[in-house]
Structures are given as C-alpha cells and as structure tokens.
C-alpha cells in the first residue's frame, strides 16, 4: 500500500511546527526547509548547559540495547510488537508501581518512531512515496523587428507565462529499489506555431465542457520527463531501467528552474546537440578515488532519438552513451565531465500494397543519420563564487536512403554544428542575490531558407541580471538579453535582426 | 493525541535550556562547541574515516566502509553542531546546504540524511543501528558509542579537521 510520506510524518510535522515557533525568525527560516527530514525532538536535560562539563568521558560500559532494523536488511515487514510482559497484581496498599520517567518514555517512542520510518523506507511491503515539484512564473517582453524570423517563435506583446509545473513521485521499494518519476504538466499543444505552407498556423484545443454547458476549456497535456525503477546492488553501483535524463553537460539532468541561474537555459542546451532523454538501461559506477576525489562513469543503452522513442525503435540500432565525471572537492569544489552519444535516428511511414489476395506493409524510410555528439562541462564553486561552462557537438551522417530533400533542386548534406557557454556569477550573502553574465555561440541549421546555402549560421547569446534565493525553496529572477548573428547574412534574412528580450521569473520548490 | 503535547514540553524544555545558554528568542546566540566528535556504534569495525569518506555519507552519496554501508543522521539545521560540521566537512554554511538540498532534489537525488536532535537520543540512535554515523560535541560523549578518528587524528589532536 503506498501512503504519502507527509501523511506518514504528520506527528514529526506538527512538533517541527511548534518547535519553529520557539526560535527567532532567522532560525525558523532554514528549519522551515522541507526537504530536511523531521528532527526527532530533544530532551531537555541533554543540553551541555544542564550538566557540568565533564572531562575526559569515562570508558562506560555500553548499556545492552537491541539493535534497529539494518537498512541494508529492511526487507522483510516490520515484526510485531512483543508482547508485553502480564500486569503484575498490584501489591495491597501500596504505592502504584513506578512508571519509566518521561524523559525515557519519550526517548522511546522516538526511537520506536525512527525505526519505524527506516523500517518504511525499505520495506518491500509498505513502500513509501514522496511528492514534490517545482513551478515559475515568467514575465517577458521581447523586442524583435518586423522582419525577424525569431517572431514565428516568439511574440513580442508582454504577457505573464507559466513555464513549468513538474511534479516528482518518488518512492523506495526496499532492498535497494527505488521509483523516480518526474511529470510536467503543461498548456501545450494549445498555442504552439507552426510554418505550413507559408502559413503560420497556431494549434488551438478549446473543447466544449460537457459537464458545464457553454463553458469552454482548453486541454493541456502532461510531458513524462522521466521515469525509472533504480536498483542499487552495491554503494558504488547503480542500474536504472526506463526513461532517463541524458547524464550530459550540467543544467540538462539539473533542469528545475528554481536551480537554473538564468530565466531560461542556454541555446546550446535546448537545441538538443544531445539527446534531452532515453529510453533503455542505465549504470552508473561512483568511486571515491582518493580523499577529496570521486570518480563518476555513467553507461547508457537506448532506443536512442527517434520520431517515437519512447516506445518504439525503428531502426533497432540501440544508442549508446557514455559519461565520466571527476568530483574534486577541496577548496570549494570542481567538478569536470565528458559525454559520449552515438545512435541512428529514423523516421519512416508505411503504407499498405496489395501482395496477392491480401495487402502487405511497406516501409518508407523519410530521414535516417547517423550522430555522433560529444560534449565537455566544467564546473567550479568556491565559496559564493559560481563558474559553469559547457561545450557541445553534434555529427549527422545521413544514410543513402534516408537523406532527405532541402529543397527542389538539392538533398540535405551531413551536417557539424556545435554550441558553448559559460556562466560566471557569485552569490552574496544578502537575499542569496547573484548577478550572473552568460554567454553563449551556437550553430544552427539553415533549414529556413532554402535559398541560402545550408552552412550552419553562427549566433552570440547573451545574458546577463540577477538571481536571488531569499529562501532556499523560492529563486527570483531579473535579466535581460541579446542574440545577434555572427554570420554575414544578406538582407532580408530571417536572422539579420538581433532579438532584445527582457524577462523575470520567480520559481519555486515545494 | 499525546505526541503534540509531548513535543510542546520538549519544545519548552529546550527554550529553558537555551535561554540558560544564552539564545534569546531575538537572536541567535548559542555557543559553538570548539570540536565535533564523529562517532559509530561500539560494534562498529570502523575506528578511522577520512574526511573525503563522510563527506560523501553526509553528501548522501551511498558510501561504505569496512563492508559496512554508512547511514548519516544530522543535527537539526541551525543548530551550533550542524553548522560547524557542514562548514568543516561539507565546507557550506547554513544557506550553501538549505540550497544544496534543494537543487539536489529537483536533480532527483536522495534527500539529506535524517536529522535526530539531542545528544542523548543520537547516541541511542547510532549505537543500535547498523553503519550509523553521526556527530556530537565531546562532553557529550559516553561509553554506548565509539568515536572516529578523521583521517588518523583523534579529535584531542590539534589537527583534528573538525573543529
């Protein structure tokens, strides 16, 4: 039976409440953190000031307690309680017989509450989950010219937006299982553009509420970001199975935007030089390699990218990733990747010929590459001094059969592009305010003017304000922004025009 | 329901003792012990840690030691204890880790470990669970539990990182 961890907690919940309400406004601020597990609450009598300062602590003899449960162990239900002792008959006239003080009852009933939660969380039978999300707001205002390609994009009206609304599910199964899960829920397909036929067309999904007549709606759609069961067989080793987050680069598994410096992430990142996510298996080795070194190797099998990768491979050439990752944590701390993917993307449509007395599907394959994408991130903290930059390529070969057209007179050649940035910030004390400066070159396709040769046009990015966390849960966001090609266009590109934006966000953990 | 009632007397027990401690509700001012002392249960086969080893058990990074998986149990955040061994060990300050934890969930990792307030209670803790860790200041050590030492140097040794 799984039950929500908060409903499991409440009692902890409530004396955490009341506990807050006894300390200044400073300290309420950093136990208010919900992702800090509950405090088992402390007998007063313990606190140093209570007892006289002991010297040297004399060499007791442990007092014979029974152990808790082994998380390691935690596989079987809990076992039920012993049974208590029979009442003793009470002696005549006599005092009733002396009860445990309070201070022990209560140490206890706590310690019975501790084990009882290790107990949950790895208990094959009473798997626990834990929900938990992020969301933002944004407000933005983009500046664009008339002739700009970005306004098929983008609008330039101000307008409030909610980006994200992600909710994590995840739960421990016992021994070693654990289910994680992140879905976002989102207003798409509603309002999204598309060029079809020199038309701009704007996907509209208002439906008639059947429930409350004349009332209009419009239907969202709810994005699987991830999903997986994890088994961890040993400290050093662990095998997801599922849908995973490509373990590339730094912001695209640390995607949440209260987490993200600027409003929005670099181009690099959301272009997709490598695949977002995968569907297959995972391992991942962690060893700490000497005493402020850990050593990361992620291996990943996928279905790789595809037009359905999710649930179908269409060319059943498994995808494969590859990621090592050094952790070096001395004076502040650094942390340094390298990302491998290769795997075939194809996309096909069918149709049906006659084949005798009966009909037959035939594949026709539309676009089919081969792609090879490398990447390289650095990380570096130091106090409040925040340094990132990441480096991304992207190889496609086309097969001779799933080369596709750009235009009436010529095929599509096998493309190069790349794309890096590096962000530089440092966080004060004050508000948790950081002013921060990304920028950014990227490459894209030309795959929107088919007269202009298909060589990939280079555009600087940058971005550049303020982020705060005035608590850890919530981040607050001020910047504005440039991109400018870095090609020499003729007139009447569609990317000959800078875009100007101006954007604030406020994101928040819950 | 007993606990609320319960918790409301320790609550208040602990305001009296920090008010005897010098923390008033306007501000904090609790004194820091000098050193932390990282301790295990007595069955416990480990005596010597590096300091890289539980940083990454207090990381919530799944760390063994002697076959034997570390589980860490914190101070509650803010407490004098928590913060001087989150700026030793983990080398943040109150707002680094509040922060850390929280990107740390939104990336899908584990949460932070478990937090047990009171000395004698995280003895009790530490010495009946299995790969128990944690930290205390030593005037509250006693005999149910074994101190560590970090990286060979006993917490009496001046180069004792923790303090």
């Known amino acids: 039976m799984i039950r929500l961890r908060t409903l499991l907690r409440a009692s902890s919940l409530s004396s955490l409440a009341i506990c807050a309400l006894a300390l200044p406004a400073e300290a309420r601020a950093q136990s208010e953190n919900p992702y800090d597990p509950p405090a088992a609450e402390p007998p007063s009598a313990e606190t140093p000031a209570v007892e006289p300062a002991p010297a040297p602590p004399p060499p007791a003899e442990p007092e014979p307690t029974p152990p808790l449960p082994s998380p390691d162990a935690l596989v079987a239900p809990p076992a039920p309680p012993a049974p208590s002792a029979p009442p003793a008959p009470p002696a005549p006239s006599a005092a009733p017989a002396p009860e445990a003080p309070p201070d022990e009852q209560l140490d206890e009933q706590l310690m019975a509450e501790i084990g009882a939660e290790l107990m949950a969380d790895h208990s094959v039978n009473e798997p626990r989950l834990s929900l938990y999300g992020f969301a933002d707001l944004t407000f933005y205002k983009y500046w664009l010219h008339e002739d700009s390609g970005f306004r098929s994009l983008l609008y330039t009206e101000s307008a409030f937006a909610i980006g994200n609304l992600n909710l994590y599910l995840s739960g421990n199964l016992g021994a070693g299982f654990r289910s994680m899960a992140e879905v976002r829920f989102s207003y798409l397909p509603n309002g999204s553009r598309q060029v079809v036929g020199g038309e701009i067309e704007r996907t509209q999904t208002d439906a008639v509420d059947y429930s409350n007549l004349g009332e209009e709606r419009r239907t969202g759609s709810v994005l699987v970001e991830r999903v997986y069961l994890q088994y961890m067989p040993t400290s050093f080793l662990t095998l997801r199975a599922g849908q995973w987050l490509t373990p590339y680069g730094i912001w695209n598994v640390d995607h949440g935007s209260p987490t993200v410096i600027p409003v929005v992430r670099p181009f690099t990142i959301s ?49 494969v990733t590859g990621r090592l990752q050094v952790t070096w944590r001395t004076q502040g701390t650094l942390q340094l990747g390298a990302t491998t993917y290769y795997g075939r993307y194809t996309d096909l449509s069918q149709s049906t010929e006659l084949n005798g007395a009966g009909v037959r599907i035939v594949d026709h394959v539309q676009v089919q590459f081969d792609e090879l994408a490398i990447g390289f991130d650095i990380l570096y903290k130091l106090g409040g001094f925040h340094l990132q930059a990441e480096f991304l ?67 600087i990015h940058v971005m550049s304000g303020l982020n705060a966390r005035p608590t850890p849960n919530v981040t607050l966001k001020l910047q504005g922004q440039v991109a400018l090609s870095a090609s020499d266009l003729p007139a009447g590109s569609a990317l000959e025009h800078p875009l100007w934006g101006l954007q604030s966000q406020a994101a928040w953990a819950f | 329901m007993a606990l609320p009632s319960l918790h409301r007397r320790v609550c208040l027990r602990g305001l009296g003792a920090g008010l005897l401690l010098g923390f008033s509700p306007g501000g904090l001012a609790l004194a820091a ?25 207090f990381l919530a990074q799944p760390t063994e030691q002697h076959k034997v998986r570390l589980v860490p149990f914190n101070a509650p955040p803010n407490s004098p204890e928590r913060v001087l061994f989150d700026r030793r060990v983990l080398g943040m300050s109150p707002e680094e880790v509040a922060r850390h934890w929280v990107d740390q969930r939104i990336r899908g990792n584990p949460g932070p470990p478990r937090v047990v307030a009171g000395a004698k209670l995280l003895r009790q803790v530490v010495a009946r669970l299995p790969g128990a860790i944690s930290y205390l200041d030593p005037e509250e050590l006693d005999g149910t539990v074994k101190a560590v030492t970090i990286g060979g140097y006993d917490y009496n040794h001046k180069d004792y990182p923790i303090r």
Request: no cysteine.
């Open chain 1, 271 to 319: 272009f997709a030089l490598m695949p977002e996510r995968q569907t297959g298996i995972q391992a991942e080795f962690n060893r700490n390699l000497a005493d402020d070194w850990r050593l990361s190797a992620t291996l990943g099998l996928s279905n790789g990218k595809g037009s359905v990768d999710e649930y179908a491979d269409l060319d059943s050439n498994k995808a």
């Open chain 1, 393 to 459: 390529s992207n190889q496609k070969r086309y097969t001779a059969r799933g080369r596709p057209l750009r235009n009436a007179v010529e095929y599509w050649p096998d493309l190069e592009r790349f794309g890096t940035y590096g962000v530089v910030g440092y966080r004060f004390d004050w508000l948790g305010l950081m002013p921060f400066v990304v920028g950014e070159y990227f490459q894209i396709s030309n795959n929107f003017e088919p007269a202009r040769p298909p060589d990939d046009d280079g555009v």
């Open chain 2, 33 to 57: 012990p000098a050193r932390l002392v990282v301790i295990v249960g007595q069955s416990s086969p480990i005596d010597n840690l590096s300091l890289g080893t539980l940083r990454s058990a």
